[in-house]
């Protein structure tokens, strides 16, 4: 499904592949995150032919033009989950917001795994 908004300039549609790319370069850019864990067998079987999908570890839901996006992450050990994970969700919410001009109701952190 994608999102939908009519302003001065006209009919905007964004679909939730373009929002998935968003999430995840602002989630790899955030401080204590390492990567992003796949959450389907098919993005595992992709990365076995070295193609990495652009929404791997992300899941995006949209209901009534509001955001809900679901991360699944490797974190860096040795850093604190509970700050990671807010200051996380505070910048997804914040860049998704401002680059697609529509609400993020919710933004749900998995955390799969701890690398060294």
Known sequence: MALTTTNVYGNINISDEAVAVIVSRVTLDCYGVVELQSRRLSDS??????????????????????????????LKDG???????DSLSSSVEYNVEHLTGMRVKKVDIHVVGVKL
């Open 45 to 74: 079987i992709l990365t076995l032919f070295n193609k990495v999908p652009k929404s791997k570890g992300v899941k995006i839901v949209t209901m009534d033009n509001r955001i809900f996006v679901e991360l699944y992450v490797i």
């Open 79 to 85: 850093v604190n989950r509970d700050a990671v994970k």
